[in-house]
T-cell receptor, first 114, second 112 residues
């Protein structure tokens, strides 16, 4: 079946540093990918839509300068958390739609900002 | 504004019996609904989906029911197995957008 990978699986960083998370579709091309964030015991919240070859579109309340998204190819989208702070600590998950309406999710990246 | 709600945060069911997970939504524009299973620190795994033009979809032990007038859907798992223990999320989308709006999740525990 379709596989979406994420790297790294988890990262610990100091406050003020930037962290890059990669999302790859391994056996299919994805012109669109989605980035979600999940806080403990809460739902997955859509952050932004990553569009290959164009700017990402962000959901209301998500700072585009804080969460930089680059969709450089049909199989790779990156999310960079700039100047990370402890409140950015969360579980970040990407997804890519393949067959009709069905999205496949990556394994997630746990970010801990100290 | 939570457009997709799962009012039961947890559910405990004995192995072999039926598990029923419920989900309510408020946006009448949603036209496709999905259920995902999730383990801690992993991405969600797709289980089953249903289009708004249907009221039932079945796949093995999993059946999803949709009641559009009530804006309610449910996932039935029968018979329940211990391996089904996980957090289940319902999600809704407007097909032209591909954006998934998730419910808050229900933790299912199936005990022997």
């Amino acid at each position: 079946g379709a596989v979406v990978s994420q790297h790294p699986s988890w990262v610990i960083c100091k406050s003020g540093t930037s962290v890059k998370i990669e999302c790859r579709s391994l056996d299919f091309q994805a012109t669109t990918m989605f980035w979600y964030r999940q806080f403990p015991k809460q739902s997955l919240m859509l952050m932004a839509t990553s569009n290959e070859g164009s700017k990402a579109t962000y959901e209301q309340g998500v700072e585009k300068d804080k969460f930089l998204i680059n969709h450089a190819s049909l199989t790779l989208s990156t999310l960079t958390v700039t100047s990370a702070h402890p409140e950015d600590s969360s579980f970040y998950i990407c997804s890519a739609p393949q067959v009709q309406e069905t999205q496949y999710f990556g394994p997630g990246t746990r970010l801990l900002v100290l | 504004d939570q457009q997709v709600k799962q009012n039961s945060p947890s559910l405990s069911v004995q192995e072999g019996r039926i598990s029923i997970l419920n989900c309510d939504y408020t946006n009448s524009m949603f036209d496709y609904f999905l259920w995902y299973k999730k383990y801690p620190a992993e991405g969600p795994t797709f289980l089953i989906s249903i289009s708004s033009i249907k009221d039932k979809n079945e796949d093995g032990r999993f059946t999803v029911f949709l009641n559009k007038s009530a804006k309610h859907l449910s996932l039935h798992i029968v018979p329940s197995q211990p391996g089904d223990s996980a957090v289940y999320f319902c999600a809704a989308t407007i097909k032209t957008t591909d954006k998934l709006i998730f419910g808050t999740g229900t933790r299912l525990q199936v005990f022997p």
